[in-house]
């Protein structure tokens, strides 16, 4: 019987990767060793990766995801990213924490922003994301059981051991694009997106793909599920589960690494540190024992687990308060690119930084609304406003290039015409010529290479490119979001202010 009260807990359930081996928060080390060399199925440029630890094309996020678990570990961060464990009482990811008051929202924002912060906002699927979810989900079980008790009790319990463990959750939840006219069920191989093949007395088997896993390969867990529109008969794909990513049969085809093509962190200070991948997920006859499994064979549910829990808004709270901060790193570029050239003092420029500023701080204030405006349901769950939620997300996709626009019309020609790379200074006669020809007022070349380097890998490179593309469509087709806002937006007070200007009592004409 699928999860039956009898069934294991779901820390015994299938082999995963190593947790932290001491008492404690887990640090950036014990993270990096949990995942090397593990077993998990990678793919680039043709290769099975036996470590992405060590992968050019990976172990940079790695690094950085690493340097968000000493962050929080540091016991100088310990109240702003720990809270006490409601199992044991000891300090676990404030990420986990299910906010039952605006104040404990506010604390979570907290949390997000100082994560954020040490990688500019350009990692969307740091684990703080996915487990805004995972939240959700156990903040409002009582939807999750409409499939059954048993899926509504794993949940918690897997819940449960993501926080005490300090796990990493990433996930895919779109089907590939193979022919987006038909429902999954109507493929010319129904086996073609993520869906069930087998069910078992101890579990169900999966085949198929799914998208867009981001984050993904340096997860230590990876959520399956759908978030697209399902219709009848696709209820082999209508399922939410979790599977350790190196789990037998998970297999995880990368996009280009742009990574692995940084030359030097000089001239790629960004795209070294950051890129945390994209990859295609191929489950290939993948097991999942019934203890990861939260929805099954359910259209119904499979839909209303993102819009009737809190699970979508908690999870896009993180998402908005990572953009708030890429926004103020832009904001930060802009400004020292304009002090470089020394048009800082430029009215016409001054007009184009305002423009950039009320953008930003639109953002970062709806971010800040989602809690002050925050409500509390019949059942005591807290859910951040959706309509400021939903505000900014609907923009998202025009707003960001808009942005990125601005950027390059500031800074003009000048983050085209840099030195080749970092190596022209190590030569006394090249240096000789830009000290003297690519120099500013205030910087000399080289220290002008290295903010222009900056600002090119933030807007001009490859992996610059993938983030205009990630922020457009971060919240999925545009009409999706907007139908999103206009769902929640107070349209019967809206309207109601229409009826009563039609209601209003005839006055006494005059005429001349």
């Not at 897997?158 to 006219?181: C, V």
């Not at 101890?202 to 697209?228: E, R």
């Not at 009320?358 to 800040?368: D, F, G, I, N, P």
Request: glycine share 8%; hydrophobic share 40%; net charge neutral.
């Amino acid at each position: 019987m699928p999860g039956s009260p009898g069934s294991p807990a779901v820390a015994s359930a299938q082999p995963r990767p190593a947790t932290c081996p001491t008492p404690g928060l887990r640090t950036g080390e014990e993270y990096l060793r949990s995942i090397r060399g593990d077993g998990r199925q990678v793919f680039i440029d043709g290769e099975l990766v036996k470590d992405v630890t060590a992968h050019p094309a990976f172990r940079g996020g790695a690094r950085s995801v690493a340097r968000l678990y000493d962050l929080a570990a540091d016991p100088a961060n310990r109240s702003r990213m720990t809270f006490p464990s409601p199992a044991s009482g000891e300090p676990v990811l404030r990420c986990y924490q299910i906010p039952k008051t605006r104040e404990e929202l506010a604390a979570k924002r907290a949390f997000y922003e100082l994560w954020a912060e040490h990688t500019f906002g350009l990692m969307g699927r740091t684990p703080d994301h996915v487990a805004g979810f995972f939240c959700g989900w156990a903040a409002k079980p009582s939807v999750m059981a409409r499939g059954g008790q048993q899926f509504a009790d794993n949940v918690m319990r897997f819940h449960a051991m993501l926080r005490e463990e300090h796990q990493y959750a990433a996930y895919t939840i779109a089907p590939p694009q193979i022919d987006r006219s038909k429902p999954a069920h109507r493929q010319s191989d129904p086996t073609l997106y993520a869906g069930v093949v087998n069910e078992r007395h101890d579990g169900i088997v999966l085949s198929g793909a799914q998208q867009l896993g981001t984050g993904a390969i340096l997860a230590d867990w990876l959520l399956v599920s759908c978030i697209t529109p399902l219709q009848p008969g696709d209820e082999n794909h209508a399922f939410n589960v979790a599977l350790p990513v190196n789990a037998p049969g998970v297999k995880l085809y990368s996009r280009r690494g742009f990574a692995a093509r940084a030359e030097s962190s000089f001239d790629y200070p960004l795209t070294g540190r950051f890129d945390e991948t994209d990859s295609l997920l191929v489950l290939d006859n993948a097991f999942v024992p019934w203890e990861q499994v939260f929805v099954y064979r359910n259209i119904e549910l499979t839909r209303d687990q993102w819009w009737k829990t809190p699970a979508h808004a908690y999870g896009n709270h993180q998402a908005q308060a990572r953009y708030a901060m890429k926004l103020r790193f832009m904001m930060g570029l802009a400004q020292r690119l304009n002090e470089l050239t020394g048009n800082a003092g430029n009215p016409a420029v001054a007009m184009q930084m305002g423009e950039l500023a009320a953008l930003a701080q639109t953002v970062e204030s709806m971010l800040h609304a989602q809690e002050a405006m925050a409500t509390v349901d019949e059942e005591g769950v807290l859910w951040p406003s959706r309509p400021s939620l939903y505000a900014v997300m609907a923009l998202q996709s025009e707003m960001y290039p808009r942005m990125i626009d601005l950027v390059r019309e500031m800074a003009g020609g000048a983050m085209i015409m840099q030195a080749s790379s970092v190596r022209d200074f190590a030569n006394p006669d090249i240096a000789r010529d830009l000290e003297r020809y690519a120099c500013s007022a205030s910087h000399g070349a080289r220290e002008r290479a290295a903010l222009m380097r900056l600002a090119w890998d933030f807007v001009g490179t490859e992996f610059a490119g993938r983030h205009q593309q990630y922020e457009k469509f971060y919240g999925g087709a545009s009409f999706i979001v907007k139908q999103n806002m206009y769902r929640h937006y107070d349209m019967k007070r809206a309207t109601d202010l229409v009826d009563a200007a039609l209601a209003l009592p005839p006055f006494e004409e005059t005429r001349p």
